[in-house]
């Protein structure tokens, strides 16, 4: 029988049961596809379960699990090398996307709270199960709201400023990762390899939206206005992109998309972040396989099959009903600019900020490998990514469709 107080903050196994509960729940995430193709995050997870159970939660610290799980030097520097970091929001997320699709059948629930490196174990509610004393469903901790669902979407620039002092550590760490290529170099590797600052195009807004500004504004409603402001989520992608070229010692500049001509894209390396508020994008992949159509229904559209409306996004629709979004990570030659170009961008913000981590993270960009055909680092690349929407965050983004050429 699973036990739990009400008055108790935290549950805690106390029988040989109980800790069988929670080491099977470990062994169904572990086993799920959101661990099964990693070995990092289930060796951190598994870890530090393990020792909580152990009543050992006091030694889970950074330092030490970058050295008893990742095999760090026992001086290693934690701000130049944030695997634990990097690695625990991982896990937050995977574990959020397990539960939300089998959390029906779960009988207890294993967190990793933001902030620590300590798991928490809670029992869940189980309908026809009066042999199991979970807490009450009435009781059980509501999400709080989130903001950024709630907010506009659009922010001043200065967010993406504070996200770009996250760069110098995340560079270090892609330098730590860049000593062995694998992956993440054969995607970027023609962006890397070409010569010149790379530069990346970030969406400014809705520009059809907005009403040109006079002269005579003042600079304090100039800054305050929606000429000085960029979605966060776009400024989320901005730093991850930002901190792979860094990683890899590359150069880049950054502009808005009304601020960069033609001149500016022309015989250089270009990323491009966002698509309905990006006219770069929008204008350089209207006749991409994997193109993006505007309307209250946001739609990638497939060149070779556009019956199918599967990867829609309806924009009509109150946000808090919206359960996934879809994206375009694109990575070829284009011949209007004469150089190469990645695309990272969304139908909405979600999917830009998913297109992001999956161009970011080699465990991610390994599901190009079961897709794509060989030599395909060499070849145009055209990706679709999904998203599911978890309490108003993107999920962990998965490949629904890959064109190589």
Known sequence: ??????????????????????????????????????????????????????????????????????????????????????SAGEIRKRIAQFYHENGERSRLQIDLPLG??????????????????????????????????????????????????????????WRHKATAPG????????????????????????????????????????????????????????????????????????????????????????ILVGAKNNVWTMHLMEHMRFRFLTGPMAEIQDGNNPSNTDWTTDFSKPYSSITSDYAVVARYHDPTTNGNVIVVAGLAAYGTEAASEFVASPDYLGQILSKAPAGWENKNLEIVIKTDLIHGEPGPPHIVALSAW
């Open 183 to 270: 992956i993440t170099e054969r995607f970027w590797g023609p962006l890397l390899q070409s010569p010149g600052p790379i530069l990346i195009v970030v969406g400014g807004g809705h520009h059809e939206l907005t009403m040109p500004e006079p002269p005579q504004t003042t600079l304090l409603n100039h800054m305050l206005g929606p000429y000085q402001h960029v979605s966060l989520a776009d400024a989320i992608a901005l730093s991850r992109i930002s901190g792979v070229l860094k990683g890899h010692e590359r150069t880049y500049e950054i502009k808005e998309d009304n601020e960069a001509s033609l001149k500016d894209l022309r015989s250089r390396s270009v």
């Open 116 to 173: 620590s490196y300590v798991p928490e174990f809670k029992p869940l509610q189980q309908p026809g199960d009066p042999d199991t004393e979970f807490q009450p469903a009435g009781t059980r901790e509501v999400p709080a709201l989130n903001l950024k669902a709630q907010a506009t979407s659009r922010y001043r620039w200065w967010v993406v400023a504070l996200l770009l002092l996250l760069i110098g550590g995340t560079g270090a760490y």
């Open 1 to 86: 029988m699973v036990s739990y107080s009400e008055k108790s903050a935290r549950w805690e196994p106390e029988t040989l049961e109980e800790r069988d509960l929670v080491l099977l729940e470990l062994d169904a995430i572990l086993a799920s596809h959101h661990f099964r193709g990693s070995k990092r995050y289930p060796a951190l997870l598994k870890y530090v379960v393990t020792k909580t159970l152990d009543g050992h939660s006091e030694e889970l610290k950074e330092r030490t699990l970058g050295i008893e799980v990742f095999e760090r030097a026992p001086d290693y520097d934690t701000n130049a090398d944030p695997v634990v970091r990097f």
